[in-house]
C-alpha cells in the first residue's frame, strides 16, 4: 500500500505516521525495544562499576591513583556523556537515528574495552584510563539522543509513554547489574584483574547487542522528513506486515490523517528559534524536570554509600547491597506505574510523581533527623520514595523527547540532558559536605529537605506548563518543521485487537 503522494511544488503527501501509531504491539516493537533500551542498562552497569572498583583503583598492586584521580574517573565520563550527546544529537537529526545508534554503541564499546587494557603506574595510566572514560561517556551520551528519538517515532502513540518510560527505567537494571558484578569481581579475584573483568561486562554485553540491533530499519518518519519516501515506504510496510494477523493487511488509514510536508533543513538558528521562542514554554518545562529529577537522583545516588557508613556504621564491603534494594525500587515504579501515564495523562502522572516523592523525602528526612531510621528501614524509605520519583525522572526523558518537532527531536533531547548533567553534578559536591564525618544529622536532613523542595517544583511546573500527549500521534504533539498542513489530531484506535 503506497500511501505517499508528491506534487509538482515539491509538497509531500503521507499517511505514514498514522500508519504506525494504528499498529498493535507486535514481534518488531519487542526486537525494537530490546536491542535499543540496553542503552540504559550499559549506562546503569557504568556508573555502578565506576563506583565500585574506586577503592581498588588507588590500591599499590593495581595503579595506585590519587584520591582526586579516582574521583576524575566519574567526573570525565559524565563530561563525555555531556559532549556525546551534544555532538551526535546533531548528527541523528542531521544522518539518521540508525545510523548514530551504531556508531554510538561501537564508541562506548571501543572505550569501555579500552580501558580494561589500562597497564601500569603513574601519570601515563591515569591519562590512558580518564581517556577511556570520556570516549565510553560519549558513546553513551549519544546512546540517550539517538536511540530516545527512535523509540518514540517507531512505537505505536497508545503504547508510547509507558514504553519509554519503562525504557529509561532499565537504568536501575543495570546498576543492579553492575553491583552483582562488581561484588563477584573485586572480592573473588585478585584486584588486578577484578577491576579489569568488571569495566568488560558492558563491552560484553554491547557486543551482543550490535549483532541484534544491525537488523533494525531507519525510522520511517525521519526517513519521510528528509524525502526519502521510498525507503519510508518499505520500513512502514514491514513493520504493518508482522502486525498483521494470519497475514492480513491492515485496513487503510482514514486520509484525513493524512501529513503534508516539504523537506527543510533544520540548522543551529534553527534550533534555538524552536527551543527559545516558538516552544519557549515546554523548553522552560524540559529543563526544570531534568534538572530536578537529576538534581535529587545525583545527590543521593552518589552518597548513600557515605550515608551509610557514616550514619549507619555499615561496612564499605557491605554498602553495595543495599544498593540492590535501593534500584529495585527504582526499577519497580517505571515498570509498574508507567502504563498510567497514557491511561490518566501525562500531566497528573508526571505532576504526582514528582510531588509525592519529594513529600515522601521530606517525611523522611525528619525521620532520619529524629534517629528513628536503621541502614535497613533508610533503604527501604529511598526504596518507596525513588519507586515514585523513577517513574517521574524517566517521563521527564519522555516528555524532553516528545515535545519538539523530529527535525530537532535528537538535539533537544541533548541539550536538556546537556543541562540536567551540569546542575546534577552541584548534588553531590553539596550532599557530600552536608555529610561531612557524620556526626551532624541537622545538616543532612536540611539537605534532604532541598531535594524535597526541589522536587515539588519541577511538579508545579508540570502543572503549570505540561502537555496532554497521551496516546497522541508526535505530530499533533508537536508540528514537524516541515509541515505545511496539520494532520487531524485525535487519538489512535489500532486496528486490531490485542
Not at 231 to 251: H, I, K
Not at 468 to 480: F, I, Q, Y
Request: charged content about 10%.
Amino acid at each position: 500500500m503506497i500511501s505517499t503522494t508528491g506534487t509538482a511544488s515539491g509538497v509531500l503527501r503521507s499517511t505514514i505516521p498514522a500508519r504506525l501509531d494504528r499498529l498493535t504491539w507486535n514481534s518488531f516493537h519487542t526486537r525494537l525495544v530490546l536491542a535499543l533500551g540496553v542503552a540504559w542498562v550499559l549506562d546503569g552497569l557504568e556508573i555502578t562499576i565506576a563506583s565500585s572498583v574506586g577503592a581498588v583503583l588507588g590500591q599499590a598492586d593495581t595503579l595506585a591513583m590519587s584520591a582526586t584521580a579516582v574521583g576524575a574517573v566519574a567526573t570525565v565520563y559524565l563530561v563525555g556523556q555531556v559532549v556525546g550527546a551534544l555532538f551526535f544529537g546533531r548528527l541523528s537529526d542531521r544522518l539518521g537515528r540508525r545510523n548514530l545508534f551504531m556508531v554510538t554503541l561501537a564508541v562506548y564499546l571501543g572505550g569501555s574495552g579500552l580501558t580494561a587494557l589500562t597497564l601500569g603506574h603513574g601519570a601515563g595510566s591515569v591519562v590512558y584510563l580518564l581517556l577511556t572514560r570520556f570516549i565510553a561517556g560519549t558513546g553513551i551520551g549519544g546512546e540517550y539522543a539517538a536511540i530516545n528519538s527512535a523509540i518514540d517515532e517507531m512505537i505505536p502513540a497508545h503504547y508510547r509513554g509507558r514504553i519509554d518510560i519503562a525504557v529509561n527505567g532499565t537504568y536501575w537494571a543495570g546498576a543492579i547489574l553492575g553491583t552483582l558484578g562488581a561484588l563477584f569481581s573485586l572480592h573473588m579475584l585478585p584486584p588486578a584483574l577484578g577491576w579489569r573483568l568488571g569495566f568488560l561486562l558492558g563491552p560484553v554485553l554491547a557486543v551482543v547487542v550490535i549483532y541484534v540491533r544491525r537488523n533494525l530499519p531507519e525510522s520511517p518518519r525521519w526517513l519521510l522528513m528528509h524525502g526519502r519516501v521510498a525507503e519510508a515506504e518499505r520500513v512502514t510496510a514491514l513493520v504493518e506486515a508482522q502486525s498483521s494477523p494470519a497475514g492480513r493487511t491492515p485496513p487503510p488509514v482514514d486520509e484525513r490523517e493524512a501529513i503534508e510536508i516539504r523537506p527543510v533543513h533544520a540548522g543551529y538558528r534553527t534550533l534555538l528559534r524552536v527551543l527559545f521562542v516558538d516552544h519557549w514554554r515546554r523548553s522552560v518545562l524540559g529543563a526544570t524536570l531534568m534538572i530536578t529529577q537529576s538534581f535529587l537522583y545525583n545527590a543521593i545516588f552518589f552518597t548513600y554509600v557515605l550515608v551509610l557508613t557514616r550514619f549507619y556504621g555499615v561496612s564499605a564491603d557491605n554498602a553495595p547491597v543495599y544498593l540492590i534494594g535501593f534500584a529495585l525500587g527504582n526499577l519497580l515504579g517505571p515498570f509498574t506505574i508507567g502504563r498510567l501515564f497514557d491511561t490518566i495523562g501525562r500531566k497528573q502522572m508526571i505532576a504526582g510523581t514528582y510531588i509525592v516523592s519529594g513529600v515522601l523525602l521530606a517525611v523522611t528526612a525528619y525521620l532520619f533527623d529524629l534517629g528513628v531510621l536503621t541502614a535497613a528501614t533508610q533503604t527501604i524509605a529511598w526504596c518507596v520514595i525513588f519507586f515514585f520519583a523513577s517513574a517521574g525522572a524517566s517521563a521527564a526523558y519522555l516528555t524532553v523527547s516528545e515535545l519538539f518537532p523530529l527535525e530537532v527531536r535528537a538535539q533537544a533531547i541533548a541539550v536538556f540532558f546537556a543541562i540536567a548533567q551540569c546542575f546534577g553534578a552541584i548534588g553531590p559536591v553539596l550532599y557530600g559536605h552536608l555529610i561531612g564525618a557524620g556526626t551532624n544529622p541537622s545538616r543532612l536532613f536540611a539537605g534532604y529537605l532541598i531535594g524535597g523542595a526541589v522536587m515539588v517544583v519541577g511538579g508545579i511546573v508540570e502543572i503549570i506548563f505540561g502537555v496532554r500527549a497521551e496516546r497522541r500521534p508526535l505530530e499533533s504533539v508537536a508540528l514537524p518543521l516541515s509541515a505545511v498542513q496539520r494532520p487531524r489530531a485525535g487519538t489512535i484506535a489500532t486496528s486490531f485487537s490485542s
